[in-house]
């Protein structure tokens, strides 16, 4: 299964490195007022993220190499779970709050189960 976004997308692509990466959950983290209990990457086949009951979050290494504003979307997605653990319109609406819609991407739209 693809990582990549959706053929025709015309935006940059930008890597960065794990802990690069766990810098802007932990970031996204203190904005939105959570504390996750851990942070974890490693190859996910179906899904770019998911977060336990317990805080545990983990995220797909090929996040790594995609935009920011992606990155962005599905940090806070899993970031808001630790408040709301279903997605209901409490949550969409906080997802919306963080995340200027113009900016948002689904998950869904690349080909891979949302979070």
């Known amino acids: 299964m693809s990582h990549g976004l959706l053929a025709g997308d015309e935006v940059t692509l930008e890597p960065i490195s794990a802990d ?3 810098g802007e959950v932990r970031a996204w983290a203190q904005r939105i007022g959570v504390e996750p ?3 974890h990457l490693r190859l996910m086949k179906r ?3 998911s977060c336990s009951s317990r805080g545990r979050l983990t995220f797909d290494t090929g996040l790594l190499t995609q ?3 992606f990155r962005d979307e599905v940090i806070v997605h899993e970031l ?3 408040k709301v653990p279903n997605h209901g319109k409490l ?3 906080l997802l919306r709050a963080h995340i200027r819609e113009g900016q948002v991407y689904r998950a869904s739209d690349t080909g891979m189960v949302s979070p």
């Open 20 to 22: 690069a990466f766990k």
């Open 37 to 39: 209990g851990e942070i």
């Open 47 to 49: 899904k770019w993220a």
């Open 67 to 69: 935009t920011a504003v």
């Open 80 to 82: 808001l779970h630790l």
């Open 91 to 93: 949550f969409h609406t």
